[in-house]
């Protein structure tokens, strides 16, 4: 038989089994690269190629790009208002060292250079306690010192009381200048001088408690401490400056009330009662303008009390109430710490009087960049896990 113009199926290359599987695997080949090309594009049923849905698109959810957008939308808001809620203290002491390794902290190193009055009676009461529970002759020389060094840096108080201030050498809140006042030191002064007198056993001592308080009858104008508001009614201000404005703080006037007490209680001098009733009525009378309705305000200017201070006005006019029975007093007391605490109840507190601080900005703003890197980074995964097969 001829075989001329035959073509066996087997070898034609369009025809026969094996050709036959070739061209499959051809397809598949095509198939393959083509998907590979486009990379997350799958094809439609009808073999058009489509783009995959994004991450952030969330394949697989009904209703549309529009519901998705609103989910995390809520999920970010929810994360953030969470973040706000149990960060604040952390947040803000990052942003403090943040800020600080950035431009420095001008008043650290003045403190670390010339520590306040305030400071420094704290380290002596520190002192005398350790005196007080381990009398031996080291911690009693240790006390003397750190006691003495008020009598030896007192100044003079202008006028013909013999009174004694211990002023701040350096700038602080409130545009004060150096050398202000402070109503919170004097009397902290005078009741670590009854204390020095306790330990050390120097009688000496109680006569600097008494020209301590010397400073809080005389007024701001004339070098002293004193706000008159009315009749009888003394503010002992803890920031004293003839050139500022009274800020009036609330925490310091409590702490001034608190330690006049403590000397009244201790000595019976009747200065000191008399300070103390005088100062005492002048709380009742402004007492009403520290309420934000849901927080308490850190001073008279209208700036919120942060949460520790919140919590520090609710104490010590909790023991007010308990060495005067005043029942004004406890009334605040109650009615401020049924406000509870927490960040967006003072942030709501400062939206009422149209005034947000830097720390509270501060704590919003970093929450909201983390709330969405994690919420962007949830909805990238769940895409991923949601997303539809590549269909061949």
């Not at 000496?204 to 809080?216: M, V």
């Not at 200065?271 to 308490?296: E, I, P, V």
């Not at 001073?299 to 609710?314: L, W």
Request: proline share 6%.
């Amino acid at each position: 038989m001829s075989t001329r113009g035959f073509t066996s199926p087997r070898l034609s290359g369009t025809h026969g089994p094996l050709n036959s599987g070739r061209a499959a695997k051809s397809s598949l080949s095509a198939a393959a690269l083509r998907d590979t090309a486009l990379r997350d594009t799958a094809p439609d049923v009808t073999g058009t190629p489509i783009p995959a849905t994004p991450p952030w698109r969330l394949s697989g959810w009904p209703g549309g790009s529009g519901p998705r957008f609103v989910v995390i939308l809520c999920v970010w808001a929810g994360i953030t208002a969470a973040v706000c809620a149990t960060g604040e203290r952390w947040i803000t002491s990052t942003l403090i060292k943040v800020w600080d390794a950035a431009l420095g902290s001008h008043d650290d190193e003045t403190l670390r250079v010339a520590p306040s009055p305030h400071t420094r009676a704290q380290e002596a009461y520190a002192i005398l306690n350790q005196a007080r529970a381990h009398r031996n002759p080291q911690n009693v020389e240790r006390a003397r010192q750190a006691v003495d060094w008020f009598v030896q840096n007192a100044s003079v108080m202008p006028g013909a009381n013999g009174g004694a201030v211990w002023p701040c050498s350096y700038a602080y809140s409130y545009n004060t200048k150096p050398m202000w006042r402070s109503a919170l030191t004097q009397t902290e002064i005078a009741s670590l001088m009854l204390d020095a007198e306790e330990v050390l056993g120097d009688a000496n001592y109680r006569h600097w408690a008494q020209r301590a308080l010397q400073p809080l009858f005389a007024d701001v104008a004339s070098g002293g401490v004193r706000v008159v508001d009315g009749p009888q009614s003394w503010w002992y201000e803890e920031y004293a400056d003839e050139s500022v404005a009274p800020p009036r703080v609330l925490n310091g006037m409590q702490y001034a009330l608190l330690y006049l007490h403590s000397v009244w209680r201790r000595t019976g001098d009747p200065q000191a009662k008399l300070l103390f009733d005088n100062g005492l009525r002048s709380l009742h009378r402004h007492l009403a303008d520290y309420d934000a309705g849901s927080w308490t305000f850190y001073d008279a200017q209208g700036y919120m009390a942060s949460p520790e201070y919140h919590k520090v006005h609710i104490k010590l006019l909790g023991r007010l109430y308990a060495v005067t029975g005043d029942s004004e007093l406890g009334h605040f007391q109650k009615k401020w710490q049924a406000y509870g605490g927490g960040f967006w109840k003072r942030f709501y507190s400062n939206l009422t009087v149209w005034r947000l601080n830097n720390s509270q900005i501060g704590v919003l703003g970093a929450s909201a960049m983390m709330s969405l890197l994690v919420t962007l980074m949830g909805a990238w995964v769940l895409g991923r896990v949601r997303r539809e097969p590549v269909l061949a």
